[in-house]
């Protein structure tokens, strides 16, 4: 969800992303192009905060959803 005072960790929704892909059955694009999409066609960037790379400009739409993409990517092995 759009939120131009939102933050969502990086590696998290690029993790969720590639579990959707897979789910799908279709390919996900790499980090760097993953990044580059984002900010080409929505205007996030990344940034580095104290805590890590954050996506500046979004945030999860509903916590609890969050949470439960979060546990599914980390049983596919892709969580952190």
Same mark, same amino acid.
């Given at each position: 969800? !759009?939120?131009? =005072?939102?933050?969502?960790?990086? !590696?998290? %929704?690029?993790? /969720?992303?590639?579990?959707?892909?897979?789910? =799908?059955?279709?390919?996900?694009?790499?980090?760097?192009?993953? /990044?580059? =999409?984002?900010?080409?066609?929505?205007?996030?960037?990344?940034?580095? %905060?104290?805590?890590?790379?954050?996506?500046?400009?979004?945030?999860?739409?509903?916590?609890? %959803?969050?949470? !439960?993409?979060?546990?599914? /990517? /980390?049983?596919?092995?892709?969580?952190?």
């Amino acid at each position: 969800m !759009e939120d131009s =005072e939102g933050y969502v960790d990086a !590696e998290w %929704l690029y993790d /969720t992303y590639v579990a959707y892909c897979l789910a =799908e059955g279709w390919g996900a694009l790499d980090k760097a192009r993953f /990044t580059a =999409e984002l900010s080409r066609l929505f205007g996030y960037r990344k940034v580095k %905060l104290a805590r890590g790379h954050y996506y500046k400009g979004v945030r999860a739409a509903n916590a609890a %959803l969050a949470q !439960e993409l979060w546990r599914w /990517t /980390t049983r596919l092995g892709r969580g952190s």
